[in-house]
């Protein structure tokens, strides 16, 4: 018998996973949480809500698609193949990860999370009048950024816009499409070691994955048009929320 109240928290949970990424990246806030509430283990969560965002991370990818353009004069392409390789380590690196550490590690990663996304304004301001980072910055930090979306990938597209927003000193909006194109390119390796290696519900992921395609569509179009500062105080705060309920859930 078909459980639909379980199939409707999957798919509302994809729902709003999709749309945030597509806004401002923490996707990861929704949708982990949610597989957990559901019953699974936080690596299998994990996993799982990396290949239930793919697709609305490509959806995403394709809303943007005239947006794309390099980053510090570093191309789309080469960047890609930076991220790719090294989500593909963070990705083998979760599944080495016993359940329990990960439970205690988890906090501390939604914690640098939230701290980008609220701080990386000032960061970047700061980091402007003191230096003038190149893109050998850009591309290091980009390294380290690809095992954190491999490993974790919750607010992987916030890291992203801090990191780079604070090397390049753009804005958020600027930034809005090869940010969301570089979340697409982790969440493909990370995808492709999780299937292989079985760590992936697909009882949660299925109903996850198709509300996620139509919240990362929606989440696209809608960003275009809400003002930046509404979508930032949104995101901060459930992230936020979920940082605090995980340092309680792992340390209790």
């Known amino acids: 018998m078909i459980d639909w109240t379980f199939l409707a928290l999957a798919a509302v949970g994809g ?12 996707g990861s806030f929704s949708t982990m949480p949610t597989l957990i509430a559901l019953g699974l283990p936080s690596t299998i969560a994990n996993a799982t809500s990396n290949v239930a965002l793919q697709p609305a991370a490509m959806a995403s990818v394709w809303a943007y698609r005239h947006g794309l353009e390099p980053v510090m004069g570093v191309s789309m392409r080469r960047m890609a193949a930076l991220t790719f390789v090294f989500a593909l380590l963070g990705s ?3 599944f080495l990860t016993p359940p329990r550490a990960f439970d205690l590690i988890v906090p501390w990663l939604l914690l640098t ?16 009048r003191i230096a003038r980072p190149g893109p050998r910055a850009l591309m290091g930090a980009q390294a380290v950024l690809g095992i954190y979306g491999g490993y974790f990938g919750g607010g992987i597209g916030m890291m992203l816009t801090a990191a780079w927003g604070l090397l390049s000193g753009r804005n958020p909006a600027q930034l809005a499409a090869p940010r969301t194109l570089m979340l697409a390119t982790a969440n493909a390796a ?5 299937v292989v290696t079985g760590m992936v519900a697909w009882a ?4 996850m994955l198709a509300g996620g395609v139509l919240g990362g569509w929606s989440g696209a179009i809608i960003g275009r048009k809400l003002p930046a500062g509404l979508i930032r105080g949104w995101t901060l705060l459930l ?10 859930r792992g340390y209790s």
């Open 15 to 26: 729902f709003v996973g999709g749309a945030m990424n597509a806004l401002a990246g923490g």
């Open 92 to 94: 083998i690196l979760l």
């Open 113 to 128: 999370a939230t701290l980008a996304i609220a701080g990386g304004r000032h960061a970047s301001d700061w980091l402007a």
């Open 190 to 194: 990370a995808t492709l070691v999780f």
């Open 204 to 207: 949660q992921c299925l109903p």
């Open 239 to 248: 992230t936020t929320v979920t940082t605090l309920v995980f340092f309680w």
